[in-house]
């Protein structure tokens, strides 16, 4: 079956985005010819889930959205029309995904926001997390873990360092 990854970085103090929906702190870590595996696992999932405001933050810095080519789901309260392959999902979050899982091919991605993050979490629907720790304390903004998430113990599939002092973390979430 295939499985719901959260592929997202964050400041040590776990903030996403600083406010405003800043990320010019993920520049600290921006260096020649590294991208920390993203290319690799991009091309392991072929479907992406993130929220409208992460969408419309990507869109405002691009022409054309980087994951086009994949089935995309914008998780928004708005109805919108399709466009290519991006749907503006506006139904139960548990029902796409279980539906998703069930169809063959790649495993999925879940983009971020916070407010997706937590929805998924919510009802158990996050499978691995990779999570990319960027040397840097925010102290305020866009926390990735929202409060009233629940308990969800995890296994630590991988740790890699980085001469940019990223630090990234790859754990399989244990949902019974």
Not at 29 to 39: S, T
Not at 79 to 92: A, C, L, V
Not at 104 to 110: A, C, H, P, R, S
Request: with cysteine.
């Amino acid at each position: 079956m295939r499985k719901v990854i959260l592929y997202i970085a964050c400041s040590l103090d776990g903030f996403i985005a600083m406010p405003g929906d800043d990320l010019s702190f993920l520049d600290k870590v921006a260096k020649e010819g590294e991208d920390y595996g993203y290319n690799e696992f991009t091309e392991a999932v072929d479907t992406v889930i993130l929220g409208r405001r992460t969408y419309e933050w990507v869109m405002s810095k691009v022409l054309e959205f980087p994951h086009a080519s994949k089935e995309t789901y914008v998780i928004t309260r708005e109805i919108r029309e399709r466009i290519g392959n991006i749907h503006f999902y506006s139904d139960d979050l548990e029902s796409l995904v279980n539906r998703l899982k069930r169809k063959e091919g790649k495993d999925i991605f879940v983009d971020g926001g916070s407010e997706v993050v937590r929805m998924m979490l919510q009802v158990k629907l996050i499978d691995e997390m990779i999570i990319s720790i960027i040397p840097v304390l925010l102290g305020e903004g866009i926390p990735l873990f929202a409060k009233g998430i629940p308990y969800q113990d995890l296994k630590l599939l991988s740790s890699k360092s980085f001469d940019t002092g990223l630090v990234q973390l790859h754990y399989e979430v244990l949902n019974e």
